[in-house]
């Protein structure tokens, strides 16, 4: 039986009421976030968490993992799954994925819920790719050359992340080798790119992470640089958010953005993504992946340790403060 323990804490401002002419007062809530122990059951045989890189929320409200093939790599392991799909109590519902990646990297569901992924490394033919699947595991496209690593508008080196814009283009962070951003139309062919090593705006140092806002900008976890820079889908450099070194990216429709930041801050960051004001933080977490349900619970894939966990959101009673 999954155990809840005590974790971070946040405050949102639920509604503003005027009580007077000259007086205003808010009401707000507490929001704590649980972690709940032992929430997500391991597969028959598999006796510890590996290296779990992305966690995503399907349109059945099934939370998908994509994992290190439960160690940290892939190699040698081909009758272990990436995938894996867990229900809203936790029970492990499907499993697959084996023998398809070398080092299982970037993961994002778009609006039909197709799935894609990135593989940042090769080996034997595989690897070194963007793939494309159908919810049920049929692959439906593939970006780069199996195996084959490149700077080319065919090829990646150590592709990071991938994020699918509202008009189907697809843009991917070939992040551990290139310190670029690749823009591909929905059916895969080059349309641009951006970005080189450096600090300067629209220069980066491994961008490892993607993510829209309602707005469709485009979020990057530039982290080796330590900040968020923020452009339009042409590349044009719009905002940058310092001081944080994003593994991940989620933003819900409302645009509140959580960064999961398992190197400088060591937990998860939660903003407002139009101004960057932070709203609250989970500790006790080193996270690489991060994922929001329906009901506000968040989900984290951590690659150190390895553990993919649950934290529980629980609303306090309404209080009323003055607002000045």
């Known amino acids: 039986m999954p155990n809840p323990g005590k974790i971070g804490l946040v405050v949102f401002v639920v509604s503003t009421v005027a009580v007077s002419t000259s007086c205003r007062e808010e009401q707000i809530r507490e929001v704590s976030y649980n972690l709940v122990e032992g929430w997500a059951e391991l597969p028959e045989g598999i006796e510890a968490w590996g290296q779990t890189i992305g966690v995503e929320i399907d349109t059945g409200g099934n939370l998908l993992v994509f994992q290190r093939c439960f160690a ?11 995938f ?37 490394r090769g080996r034997e033919g595989k690897g070194q790719q963007v793939l494309k699947f159908s919810p049920d595991g049929k692959v439906l496209m593939g970006l780069g050359t199996a195996g084959v690593a490149g700077d080319g508008p065919n090829t990646f080196s150590g592709p990071t992340d991938i994020a699918v814009a509202p008009n189907g283009d697809i843009f991917v962070a070939d992040g551990h080798g290139n310190n670029r951003i690749v823009k591909y139309s929905s059916d895969g062919e080059f349309l641009m790119q951006w970005g080189q090593e450096g600090t300067g705006p629209g220069e980066f140092n491994e961008p490892h992470c993607l993510a829209f806002d309602s707005k ?6 530039d982290r080796v ?16 958010w310092p001081n944080i070194m994003a593994s991940g990216i989620h933003i819900t429709e409302d645009d509140v953005v959580y960064v999961a930041d398992y190197q400088l801050r060591e937990g998860i960051v939660i903003a407002n993504a139009s101004n960057f004001s932070e709203v ?7 996270p690489e992946g991060v994922t929001v349900d329906m009901e506000g619970n968040v989900y984290v894939g951590e690659v150190i340790p390895r553990n993919l966990k649950k934290f529980a959101k629980t609303l306090g009673p309404p209080r009323t403060v003055p607002q000045e």
């Not at 867990?86 to 994925?97: A, F, I, K």
């Not at 070398?102 to 609006?111: M, R, S, T, Y």
């Not at 968020?228 to 042409?234: E, G, P, S, T």
């Not at 609250?280 to 080193?286: A, N, Q, S, V």
């Open 84 to 120: 894996l799909k867990y229900n809203s109590d936790g029970q492990l519902v499907d499993s697959w994925g084996e023998g398809m990646f070398v080092w299982p990297h970037g993961f994002f569901l778009d609006a039909d819920g197709n799935i894609w992924t990135t593989d940042a």
């Open 280 to 286: 609250g933080f989970i500790p006790e977490t080193l």
């Open 216 to 221: 469709g900008r485009l979020f990057v976890g």
């Open 72 to 82: 940290s790599n892939c190699i040698g392991r081909d009758e272990v799954p990436a």
């Open 225 to 240: 640089n330590e900040r968020i820079q923020v452009f339009d889908q042409d590349g044009d450099y719009l905002a940058e």
